[in-house]
């Protein structure tokens, strides 16, 4: 693979198109684009361990935050040399989501507070045995983070649930980091920017200025997308999607809303599978197009940004 030079003479909205294809941040002026794309082609969003048969092999940990709610899931990545003749595997092994503190719960929104379960103390012993005893026995290649923001639409004040998140967020990446220093076994950890992912899988109306209707809206168009998924009416085309049997009962329930067998912990929300799966799959799709793009000569990167304003307006008129 090499770099590219010169595509001064792309429209900025095709730089714009090349750049989210990739997973990479948008914004800024033309050259400040065309820098960042020349630099980002050339940086692996993932690097994949080689078989003897040159097949790339990973297993994907994909973490969609929360306290009340932290979804996870496991992926198995096969990328095979050919990836024209044979479509990148990825099979979802492991899908779940559940409390940080399944036992407090129902104190918590009673208000009773019997101890203080986010002290530096308690939250860290919660943090270590979440990576210990969930996270590590999953045996990942690599870790996808999501990352955190520090205030909600702008307000001036930061909520207590932002802080305390912030916090698992930042105990679990030295966790991660103080493995890597004294194992070696190397776990690459990497952060996610949930906006990135969101704006890469759903269309997001500008029109609409109430944050709270577009997060909303959001989270259906994110959840009805994997439903989508699921009942294969709707398949992402760059990879061959799968899921294995441990992961069938999350299905059902993401499926049906229906609940688990009595003694086993259904669920609350959906949009917490939903989200550490589309990170999953957007971060493997970002490399995909990145490797795919970086091979590409001028010529054919012109046809792929024509191809895709061919696509907007057949969409838009669709729509219209």
Not at 30 to 57: F, T
Not at 276 to 293: G, T
Request: charged share 30%; glycine share 4%.
């Amino acid at each position: 693979m090499s770099a590219l030079k010169d595509l001064s003479h792309l429209k900025q909205s095709h730089i714009a198109f090349l750049l989210k294809r990739i997973g990479a941040i948008v914004g800024g002026k033309k050259n400040e684009q065309l820098r960042r794309l020349n630099h980002e082609l050339v940086r692996p969003r993932l690097v994949l361990g080689k078989d003897k048969d040159g097949v790339e092999r990973a297993r994907i940990l994909s973490v969609d935050m929360g306290i009340k709610n932290l979804g996870y899931c496991l992926t198995k990545v096969n990328i095979h040399p050919d990836t024209k003749t044979t479509k990148p595997s990825f099979l979802v092994a492991t899908w779940a989501s559940g409390p940080l503190f399944p036992e407090t719960n129902k104190a918590e929104e009673s208000n009773e507070d019997p101890f203080d379960l986010y002290s530096p103390s308690n939250f860290s012993k919660t943090a270590l045995d979440l990576v210990k005893n969930v996270f590590l026995p999953l045996r990942p290649t690599h870790i996808l983070i999501e990352k955190q923001r520090f205030r909600t639409g702008g307000q001036p004040m930061i909520q207590e649930w932002t802080v305390r998140v912030n916090k698992l967020e930042s105990m679990l990446w030295s966790i991660l980091a103080t493995h890597n220093e004294y194992n070696e076994f190397k776990i690459q950890t990497s952060a996610v920017d949930p906006a990135r992912t969101t704006k890469f899988w759903v269309p997001v109306d500008k029109a609409v200025k109430n944050e709270e209707k577009v997060m909303a809206d959001t989270k259906k168009l994110k959840i009805n997308l994997v439903k989508s998924w699921i009942s294969k009416e709707k398949l992402p085309e760059e990879i061959d999607l799968q899921f294995g049997v441990q992961a069938h009962p999350m299905m059902n329930f993401f499926a049906t809303g229906k609940r688990f067998a009595k003694g086993e912990d259904t669920p609350k929300k959906r949009d917490d599978l939903a989200d550490c799966l589309l990170q999953a799959a957007a971060k493997v799709i970002w490399e995909l197009n990145r490797r795919q793009i970086a091979d590409m000569s001028v010529k054919q990167i012109e046809l792929l940004c024509k191809s895709a304003d061919a696509a907007t307006a057949n969409s838009s008129a669709s729509t219209g």
